[in-house]
């Protein structure tokens, strides 16, 4: 089982964004042998799924 340990909101400086890119946010990840993973996704589906730092990632790592 992998833990969201923090969610870093990239800065896109002077790269911006492609029409119909959505935002997205690296993801820190830690299980319980204290493997740590990196992960990116949409900013909009940690929204709507209702994850934040300590949920459960649900998906494959």
């Known amino acids: ?7 870093f ?3 896109y400086g002077c790269e911006e964004l492609q029409p119909g890119q959505k935002p997205k946010v690296s993801v820190t990840l830690e299980n319980e042998a204290g493997e740590v993973r990196y ?6 589906w940690l929204i709507e ?3 934040e730092k300590g ?3 649900p998906l494959e790592v």
């Open 39 to 44: 992960v990116t996704a949409e900013d909009e």
């Open 49 to 51: 799924n209702g994850l």
């Open 1 to 7: 089982m992998w833990i969201i340990k923090q969610i």
């Open 55 to 57: 949920e459960v990632w």
């Open 9 to 11: 909101d990239g800065d």
